[in-house]
């Protein structure tokens, strides 16, 4: 039963608006640091500080006015030169926005907080009479822990572990696909740390720092320890120009439907003249292009800022760096870039994981800079920019950098690949053996990190908005991981191709060029086909050997496929063409490798393929196995 009877609507604004404000808070504060005696930036905090006890006072949630209103005197005093800040008093003002952001939580499901934890209030009041609240050592805060990425069920046939291809398409023209629901994991309680106040020196023991994500954000943003699990937020902000432009869209498409209205029952009664049949054609492209138009419109509204998403990370970086006891500045840059919303919730973990890898492991503690002749601060920077059809986000830092031999030699130890395949990587293969589930360059676990979940997960979730992520490291220079994404996953470009006279898609953003295949060109190297193209050797593997079947025929052409680790040939019979498709996920079935389904312009269903999925769950052997039968046939 909500405790806000009648006031949901304003309940859920305030929390919107506030959630936002108290996020630039945040990086306000972080900008404190640098220049505390910034008058504006003083009186920024002041009024958001305000602002949200403002608005909590007229819901009557006493426990965040209270809290608000010490933060705000202090604020007031500090501006009013009253008060100097200290780093430690810093510390409690962030452990207070961090508390502020708890009860947004307790908001979000329509329920009153608690009052603040006494520790914090008694910090805050100490505070406000003059002292430094030195804050008793704290934790260094968790790692983010990710939902494990379960595999999809897959569709079997009785006798084996391959999917009934024919089958499924056989129920697909029989069911509509209808999507499944994700199970979210609900993460293990984690204890709070006890308040201390201590005689003279006054120290205050302070929780570990909550949640940096505001309710209602959609995924989990660890903070120091804490985490919180929010559901999906399901409003979002339109610009109004862009309504308009929707609007007026649709006017045009029912003025050009009434023409074709009026062509219809033209031809219909029997006027078959070269006019009213060009005059049809005109309404039909005219519509073609109107539709058109209204798509990309619609897509504009799922479109928002980046910088929504890059406005929490200053405050992750500060708090992790502090308890590392490094000096590390973080730098946005194109914030203004933007990304379908959807995208921006899924691409929440992998950034969290980036920044604090960055933060933990990319850059060195302030003696090892200042030996290597760097200057005592490091500097992450956070950007995104649009290339063409894609969003390219860069996490770059002036840290240690990565050394590819380390790399592999901490794979080989922890039996992640063996030597020989070891010896076969180049420099760039290497650094991607750091995706690999279980890898971690740490020789002892910590609070922070050395269990090797973190990458995997990012590559993970990466991979799963049709993305790709790159590396670059240099020794002694630094790192930087590219992350490419398309705008938008609601429309995917797709190339459609065919084997076995069954029509399959797959992503656009994968292929490179399609090439003709001789036989003659095919040669056997270590037991597995490839075709040199520029002088480059890549393996050719068989559509029909990937998806379990026997070939039919002697596949005629090749896809160059680009993944993230290494490129290759996809063997296919024949091409439909190019399309732009909306997926739609399959009805209770998961198979491997199917990423969902979509029709095609004569109504057939056409399978969207998960093609990293696919190669994955494909053995080299028996890939490599089928292209070799159909090299042979062909010879």
């Known amino acids: ?11 859920q604004d305030f929390l919107t608006e506030s959630s936002e404000l108290l996020s630039e808070v ?33 819901l009557n949630v ?8 010490r933060t705000e005197n202090l604020f007031d005093k500090l501006r ?30 329509k329920r009153q907080p608690p009052p603040a934890p006494a520790h914090i209030l008694a910090a805050l009041d100490l505070v406000l009479q003059g002292e430094i609240a030195a804050l008793a050592p704290v934790a260094a805060p968790a790692a983010p822990v990710a939902a494990p990425v379960a595999a999809p069920a897959t ?3 009785a006798g084996g572990s391959e999917p009934d291809w024919q089958n499924l398409y056989d129920n697909l023209l029989d069911k509509a696909p209808t999507p499944v629901p994700a ?29 940096l ?45 009434n023409r074709l209205t009026t062509l219809r029952s033209d031809i219909m009664a029997g006027k078959m003249d070269t006019g009213t049949l060009k005059a049809l054609d005109e309404a039909i492209s005219q519509l073609d292009l109107l539709v058109g138009d209204l798509q990309n419109a619609v897509m504009k509204t799922r479109m928002q800022p980046i910088g929504r998403l890059f406005q929490k990370y200053p405050r992750l970086a500060r708090d992790l760096a502090r308890q590392l006891g490094k000096d590390v500045e ?25 920044v604090r890898n960055a933060v933990d492991h990319g850059v060195e503690t302030i003696e090892e800079r200042i030996a290597a002749g760097k200057s005592a601060k490091a500097v992450v920077e956070l950007s995104a920019t649009q290339v063409g059809d894609h969003i390219l986000i860069e996490i770059t830092d002036d840290g240690r950098g990565m050394r590819p031999d380390v790399i592999r030699k901490k794979a080989i130890e922890k039996g992640l690949i063996d030597v020989e395949t070891a010896n076969s990587l180049d420099e760039k293969q290497s650094l991607q053996l750091i995706f690999l589930p279980g890898f971690s360059t740490k020789d002892q676990i910590s609070s922070i990190s050395g269990r090797g979940v973190g990458m995997d997960v990012v590559k993970t979730n990466i991979m799963k908005l049709n993305g790709r992520i790159d590396i670059n490291s240099a020794v002694g220079e630094g790192s930087r991981f590219s992350i490419s994404l398309p705008l938008t996953l609601a429309i995917l470009p797709v190339l459609v191709v065919r084997v076995c006279d069954q029509p399959f898609a797959v992503p656009l953003a994968m292929v490179r060029e399609i090439i003709p295949i001789d036989a003659k060109q095919v040669q056997e190297v270590s037991g597995r086909a490839t075709i040199v193209v520029r002088d480059e050797i890549l393996p050719v593997k068989s559509l029909a050997g990937l998806l379990g079947w026997q070939e039919t025929q002697v596949p005629h052409f090749g896809v160059l496929m680009q993944t993230a680790e290494h490129s290759f040939i996809l063997a296919v019979d024949s091409f439909v063409g190019r399309d732009d498709v909306v997926i739609k996920p399959l009805q209770n079935i998961r198979p491997n490798g199917v990423a969902g389904a979509t029709l095609s312009g004569d109504g057939s269903v056409v399978l969207v393929l998960d093609m990293e999925s696919l190669l994955a769950s494909s053995t080299a052997d028996a890939s490599s196995l089928k292209t070799s039968r159909f090299i042979t046939h062909a010879a």
């Not at 989990?220 to 610009?239: C, F, K, L, N, S």
């Open 330 to 354: 973080l730098v946005l840059t194109g914030e203004e870039t933007e990304l379908d919303k959807t995208m921006l919730e899924d691409l929440n973990d992998p950034l969290v994981h980036l």
């Open 80 to 109: 009013n030169g009253e008060l100097t800040l200290s780093l430690e008093n810093m510390d409690v003002i962030m452990a207070a926005t961090g508390e502020v952001r708890e009860m947004f939580g307790a908001l979000s499901q």
């Open 183 to 211: 199970v979210a994991a609900e993460p293990a309680p984690v204890p709070a740390a006890p308040a201390v106040i201590e005689g003279e020196a006054r120290a205050v023991m302070v929780e570990p720092m909550q949640s």
């Open 155 to 157: 569709a079997a046939p």
């Open 62 to 69: 006493e426990a965040m006015v209270s809290l608000c209103h």
């Open 213 to 257: 994500k505001p309710a209602p954000a959609p995924k989990t943003q660890p903070q120091g320890g804490m985490q919180q699990v929010a559901a999906p937020e399901t409003t979002i902000r339109i610009d109004t120009v862009r309504l308009d432009q929707v609007l007026n869209l649709s006017g045009e498409i029912g003025l050009t439907k």
């Open 1 to 11: 039963m909500s405790e806000f009877g009648g006031m949901e609507d304003l309940l």
């Open 26 to 58: 945040d990086n306000k504060l972080v900008e404190l640091e640098k220049r505390p005696n910034d008058k504006n930036l003083l009186n920024d905090i002041f009024r958001g500080f305000h602002t949200i006890k403002g608005g909590a006072g007229f």
